[in-house]
């Protein structure tokens, strides 16, 4: 159907409302053609271009199935920045009565709340984590949404979003389920294991021209070569673009490399600025700055203040959601990154620049060609609808034999196939134990009936992981998992609790073992323990560690839980948890995130996601102490704190006051303030006067103060 008016969809007349305040009157081609199956009821695969409105068709389905329906829906989404993107949408339908939510992390929590919301947002994982709890509102859900659905090839977290999607399929099998999806080769092999109409389309809302870039010149798809003026390409290729007031998005390999490039365009950014967008940057790089403790933070606000900025995971949440948030406004003129943002929030720009189609892989080396599907993903932000007439992608060579082989693979190339991965070793063992620790099957006849519904199955003779399924449920045995009675596989008290907490078999083996070891410890010790996981990613160690990496090791060996393995290999993997685990014991000692950062070269973003993994490991170490060696419990608890807070042991008391983290912790301990009784006692005035205070805080510790002695009275 074409050219469909939105005054001509079968739903809510309120609901059309809030679809034309966003500035849609009429359906783009694609959106038209498919919108009947989706109003419907029908599963559907939707494997469209970026920007072609997927996302609208959901939010159609939404209304029809939940806020018309009455019903409940599941929106499963690959990364947190995407669910926070998602959830600012919805929420322009809560003048409806939809009640949206947002559940991620607390993975051994079933979050009784989201039982009174309409639509839940949620990563792979957490929705996994809430089938594994057989919550019961699950029986609720009419409607699934899978964003990304062709992330299920990712090697990482793929097989997560697989085995939820089958697990869905079987507990409420009456529930529509919608998958988005890039433009992959094999979409209708995705539309066929769900059982879904496929809908697929090449048609973008602003039309795309791709070319490649060398010693000159652009060379089109068609055979076309336009001249370019001499000079470093990427200032070359975006002076164009920034005359014309557009803007630029620059695509490199590596983190170091975004932020050296993003400094070295910033001459060039900022002369073409206005004096308003400059005093809008100002302020934009003075908020970023203000939330900033490392040098990598003060760069970035500098940065800012130019009309340039930098993106990658090692910024902290904070500086990428206020990079994100310049560029969406438009005040912000080039960004710099490495290819993780193509798949993540949408950030169209009128010409994206691809400068490094090829990075560094364990397996490969630094010369690991990047693949189609994620250089297409790239190329795909180029073109802003409704600003943009064309969306320009160019790809930078570095020789002329790289044209060719660019030309065919990139411009000329079909996406690669995706493939499940299921059998991947690692992400198996960990959802094998979980379809028996939830009494999902309970026979190995059973599982072997569930693996018939994954998307493996498609490709697949299950015959093929028998043996492997055999063997892991034979190591689940072997550490206390699970137990066989006659044709019965039963789940252990151990085996479901390392199922409730999430995470890897293998790791609450080595976490077991620290428990249960006759060793005392010291903090350094339990840090380097939950590091020898596989559930945390390890920082890499380079040949100068080596050597004081090995003087510590001689010095500390009696505390350790763990001895130095003799396999080399090995070795370098205790060593690097070893590492990691300084890295954390310097943060739970109040080291600043600035000396943190350049002591491990790494960013703020990189030291937050390592402290949330380990305060989750913590946390699964205690749990896992309290059923095999009780007395431990309370230090890992205790470290669990600390590292959650980032703070000497001194300190925990004064965290449960409200508002107070680790450095106003620091400064009302340091001022004579030791337990949270002589905090609550202190004049307002005098807190008042202490640094990071002032009298609105001071005023609510008061306020603590009163309720507190109102509950002793």
């Not at 099998?173 to 879904?196: F, P, V, Y």
Request: hydrophobic share 40%.
């Amino acid at each position: 159907m074409w050219n469909l008016r939105v005054d001509d969809l079968d739903i809510m007349e309120d609901g059309k409302r809030i679809i034309r305040s966003w500035g849609i009157d009429e359906l783009y081609p694609p959106q038209g053609s498919s919108v009947g199956d989706v109003l419907d009821g029908k599963n559907v695969v939707l494997a469209f271009p970026t920007a072609s409105g997927k996302s609208l068709l959901a939010y159609l389905a939404i209304i029809k199935r939940v806020i018309e329906g009455g019903g409940k829906a599941l929106y499963i989404v690959p990364l947190r920045s995407l669910a926070s993107e998602k959830v600012e949408d919805l929420r322009e339908f809560e003048v409806l009565g939809l009640k949206v939510a947002v559940s991620m992390g607390d993975y051994d929590e079933p979050d009784p709340r989201l039982e009174h919301h309409d639509v839940i947002v949620a990563t792979s994982e957490k929705a996994d984590s809430l089938l594994r709890h057989n919550v019961g509102w699950l029986k609720d859900i009419n409607l699934v949404i899978a964003d990304e659905v062709h992330l299920i090839n990712d090697r990482d977290r793929g097989a997560t979003l697989e085995v939820t999607l089958s697990k869905l399929k079987q507990v409420n099998s009456k529930a529509q389920i919608i998958a988005l999806s890039a433009t992959i080769r094999n979409s209708d092999a995705l539309a066929e294991w769900l059982g879904a109409e496929h809908h697929k389309s090449e048609w973008r809302p602003v039309e795309l021209s791709e070319s490649i870039y060398h010693n000159g010149t652009l060379k089109f798809g068609d055979g076309t070569i336009q001249e370019v003026p001499p000079g470093d390409p990427v200032s070359v290729l975006c002076r164009k673009t920034l005359e014309e007031g557009a803007q630029c998005l620059v695509f490199v390999s590596t983190r170091r490399s975004a932020e050296s490039l993003a400094g070295n365009m910033a001459g060039l950014v900022e002369g073409y600025l206005g004096d308003r967008e400059r005093r809008e940057l100002q302020d934009l790089a003075e908020q970023i700055r203000d939330n900033s403790t490392t040098s990598m933070g003060k760069n970035l606000a500098r940065l800012v203040e130019s009309g340039t900025a930098f993106h990658n995971a090692g910024l902290s949440n904070m500086q990428r959601s206020m990079v994100e948030k310049g560029f969406k406004s438009r005040k912000i003129k080039l960004i710099t990154a490495t290819p993780t943002l193509a798949a993540g929030v949408n950030l169209p720009a009128r010409r994206v620049i691809i400068r490094d189609c090829k990075r560094y892989d364990p397996l490969h080396g630094f010369n690991s060609p990047l693949p189609v599907m994620e250089v297409k993903q790239m190329c795909g932000r180029a073109g802003r609808p409704g600003y943009d007439d064309v969306g320009e992608a160019i790809l930078i060579a570095k020789s002329e034999r790289d044209v060719g082989s660019m030309m065919d693979n990139y411009l000329l190339g079909d996406s690669e196939v995706v493939h499940s991965r299921m059998a991947v070793e690692t992400s198996l063992r960990k959802h094998l134990l979980a379809l028996i620790a939830t009494s999902h099957c309970e026979t190995l006849e059973g599982v072997m009936e569930f693996m018939e519904g994954t998307f493996h199955a498609h490709y697949s003779d299950l015959w093929t992981i028998e043996a492997l399924i055999d063997q892991l449920f034979e190591l689940l045995h072997e550490h206390g998992m699970v137990e066989f009675h006659d044709d019965q596989i039963v789940p252990t008290q151990f085996g479901r609790l390392v199922s409730s907490l999430y995470i890897d078999p293998l790791s609450a083996i080595t976490l077991k073992e620290m428990a249960s070891s006759g060793r005392s410890g010291i903090p350094l010790s339990y840090l380097h323990g939950i590091c020898l996981t596989p559930d945390i990613y390890q920082l890499y160690i380079r040949k100068n560690d080596m050597s004081p990496l090995e003087d510590l090791f001689t010095d500390i060996r009696a505390d350790l839980f763990f001895d130095l393995p003799l396999d080399q290999g090995e070795m370098e993997h205790y060593l690097s948890a070893l590492k990691t685990a300084l890295l954390l014991k310097d943060w739970m000692d109040e080291v600043s995130e600035d000396d943190i950062s350049t002591r491990f070269d790494v960013g703020p973003g990189d030291i937050r996601n390592r402290v949330e993994t380990a305060e989750w490991l913590l946390h699964s170490a205690t749990r896992i102490a309290h059923m095999f060696n009780p007395q431990k419990a309370d230090i890992l608890r205790s470290l669990t704190l600390r590292v959650k807070n980032g703070i000497r042991e001194e300190l925990l008391p004064l965290m449960e006051l409200p508002q107070i983290g680790r450095v106003r912790a620091r400064t009302l301990y340091a001022a004579g303030y030791l337990t949270p009784d002589a905090v609550l006692k202190a004049s307002p005035r005098d807190l008042a006067k202490l640094p990071g205070f002032g009298d609105r805080l001071a005023s609510r510790i008061s306020d603590a103060s009163t309720q507190v002695s109102l509950m002793d009275f």
